[in-house]
Structure formats: structure tokens, C-alpha cells
């Protein structure tokens, strides 16, 4: 069973602070993404990875840096966290870029910044 | 331009009776995949049906069956006798192929689905 597996489901942090979340996968997939999921606007991309040290921005990347030092790991930075970056974010990981690879996502993790 | 519609923001159906989730989609790849997911209220994001663009007969998972018109460029789900557990939010996705040059999934803005006993 592919697993992935995000390092909190809920965190809370305050305006300024610099946030990491962590996201790991076990089965050796190439792609990593990590998603914003706000009610009514479904799952917006920030950034993705299909390979360890490559990342590109997907729609919505402002205000959001990424890290893949190792294939298994894919770490989502916010520099300087902001009351509008309150959300569900869901990592997810798929074995390659052939287009009839599904996801696999993380439980989320529901971040509020005060 | 939207590429994934899907126009039905909520919807009830009766416990046993079909649904039927409306998905349509916009491409001009040749290759590209289709997939749904469902999210119940934990929030996971479970795999659901998968339909390729070349596959020439719908997909079909248990209860899940894909309504695939190419011409149309739809991609309806099919949920055949509810049940209360299908109460969730369902989402349609495409993945292009490489024609696109992107690794990119496109996501829905999700269908609120709620089952009624």
C-alpha cells in the first residue's frame, strides 16, 4: 500500500512565523504536489516535483518556497506565514508523469494562522 | 478557461437510488487521463475510477462506474444504490499527456454530495 504521510493534521501558528510542512512518501514515486484546498475553490497547486531537486510553481506559489532534498520527502515552506494562507494543505504523490498514474494524498493538514 | 467544470455544487440523492456527478473537461491532447476522487468529511482524498483517453469502454469500480463521452468531453460519475457512506465532497481531475509538457493534475471545484436515508 503507497503511503504518504504528512507531519500534522492541525497546526497553528501566529502571523510572521516561518512554517514547514513535511510530507513523506513509500514507494518511491517521482512526482510530488503539494495543494491548498479552500471551500469553493477545490484544490489549487502551489508547487510541484517530478524529480529530487526539481520543483516547479503551479498556480498559486506567492508567498510559499518548496524543498526536495531526498525522492521521499517534499517539504512546503511559507516564509512569513499570513492570516490568508489559513487552509487545508494536501500532499500527494504519483509514480511518474505518464497521465494515467493516479494520486495518492496525505491526510492534509489543516494550518490557521492568527 | 476552466479546464474541469463541474456545475453541480451540492446535491441530495435518496439511499439505494443512482447519482449521477456531472464532469466536463477541456484539452486538445490526445492522450490525457481522467480520474475521480472522493473526500469525505476526515478530509482524506480517496481514489475513486480512472478512465483513459484512448479506453474505448467506460470504467467501472464496484458501484463506481465512469460515463465517458469523447466527443462531448464529458466524464460523469456514476454512483449506482447509494449509501449513507457516500455522503462527501467528489472531485474530477485530468491529467494531460505529454503533448501538454506539463506533469500537472487539474482539479474540479467538487461536487457536495449528501445521501439521504
Known amino acids: 500500500d503507497v503511503k504518504v504521510t504528512q507531519s500534522s493534521r492541525y497546526l497553528v501558528k501566529r502571523t510572521g512565523e516561518k512554517v514547514f510542512l513535511e510530507c513523506v512518501q513509500d514507494?518511491?514515486?517521482?512526482?510530488m504536489f503539494w495543494y491548498r484546498q479552500d471551500p469553493g475553490l477545490g484544490l489549487r497547486l502551489i508547487y510541484f516535483s517530478y524529480d529530487v531537486k526539481m520543483k516547479e510553481k503551479g498556480d498559486i506559489p506567492e508567498g510559499y518556497s518548496v524543498s526536495r532534498e531526498k525522492k521521499e520527502r517534499f517539504s512546503l515552506i511559507l516564509e512569513s506565514a499570513s492570516t490568508n494562507q489559513t487552509s487545508m494543505y494536501l500532499c500527494?504523490?504519483?509514480?511518474?508523469?505518464?497521465?494515467?498514474?493516479?494520486?495518492?494524498f496525505g491526510p492534509g493538514t489543516r494550518l490557521t494562522v492568527l | 478557461a476552466q479546464k474541469i467544470t463541474q456545475t453541480q455544487p451540492g446535491m441530495f440523492v435518496q439511499e439505494k437510488e443512482a447519482v449521477t456527478l456531472d464532469c466536463t473537461y477541456d484539452?486538445?491532447?490526445?492522450?490525457?487521463?481522467l480520474f475521480w476522487y472522493k473526500q469525505p468529511s476526515s478530509g482524506e482524498m480517496i481514489f475513486l475510477i480512472y478512465?483513459?483517453?484512448?479506453?474505448?469502454q467506460n470504467a467501472t469500480e464496484g458501484r463506481y462506474s465512469l460515463n465517458f463521452q469523447k466527443a462531448r468531453k464529458s466524464a460523469n460519475l456514476v454512483i449506482s444504490a447509494s449509501q449513507l457512506g457516500d455522503s462527501a465532497m467528489y472531485f474530477c481531475?485530468?491529467?494531460?499527456?505529454?503533448?501538454?509538457?506539463?506533469?500537472?493534475?487539474?482539479f474540479g471545484t467538487g461536487t457536495r454530495l449528501k445521501v439521504l436515508a
Open positions: 478512465q483513459g483517453s484512448y479506453d474505448e
Open positions: 514507494m518511491d514515486h517521482e512526482n
Open positions: 500527494a504523490s504519483s509514480p511518474d508523469f505518464r497521465p494515467y498514474n493516479e494520486q495518492f
Open positions: 484539452t486538445s491532447d490526445q492522450s490525457y487521463g
Open positions: 481531475a485530468m491529467r494531460e499527456g505529454l503533448t501538454s509538457g506539463t506533469y500537472k493534475y487539474i
